[in-house]
């Protein structure tokens, strides 16, 4: 028997699956090709808008686990964490599409870009602003029940507060990740002074921690003590 795809969801788009995923405006969120002044302008706007998807997507999620340590349910926070790191991997994986554009093809189509950076993504921003918002939740969290940073430096995988600092120090080390990444792709393409500020400042990020007293308790001092007074926040 033939399937109807007539639509029955109101809203723009021939079937069910346009008007539920808003295809026709989704698609048509790139420049057309009339209006590039180069067509490579097409693959450097899919890697910035899918990654803006996938980190609306994990700023929610981490927005969401703020929301559960707060209500000092740790265990539910994990699982929210867990899928905001996949979609840090996932934008990881996608600047590997940089590797197919030349310096001499971006540096042709950056006059179309303006003074635009990513610097200047907004997923990031809120990404960042809800990491140290969840570093401070877990902060109180520990605080509130008396738990120690030095305990936490023994991992306990059935304890859900170990569980959640060892997903803590997993998004940590993913948003390092992509900056290594980014970091290399940004000197492959180019577009900046070599050994320029620029340049220094995308590899001093590398070792940013949202979460440093979580990494202090890996230290081992001399005298077997964790000394959570040496961990700052920048
Ligand atoms: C050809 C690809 C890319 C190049 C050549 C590039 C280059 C750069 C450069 C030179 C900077 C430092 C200067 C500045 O602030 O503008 C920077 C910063 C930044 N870029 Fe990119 N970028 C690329 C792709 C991306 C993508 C796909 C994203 C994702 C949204 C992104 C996000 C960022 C962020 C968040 C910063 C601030 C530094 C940080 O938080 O680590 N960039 N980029």
New binding site residues.
Partial sequence: MKRDHSPVLPGDGATDYARYMRTDTLLDLQRRPEEMIHRDELLFQV??QS?ELWLKLAGAELVEAVARVRAGEPAAAEPLLARATLGVRLVTDQ?EM?GH?SPAD?KAMQPALGKG???E?P??RRVQAASRQLGRAFTDHLAARGITLSTLGRPDPTDPVHRLAEALMEWDERVSLW?VR?YQ??LR????APAGA?AT??AK?IGHRFFPELWQTRLKPADGSVDSSRASRP
Avoid: P, Q, Y
């Fill in positions: 890697v910035h990654t600047l940089f554009l971006f950076s990513g610097a993504s997923g990031w900056r980014h792709t940004a393409v180019g577009g900046h620029e400042m995308l990020l």
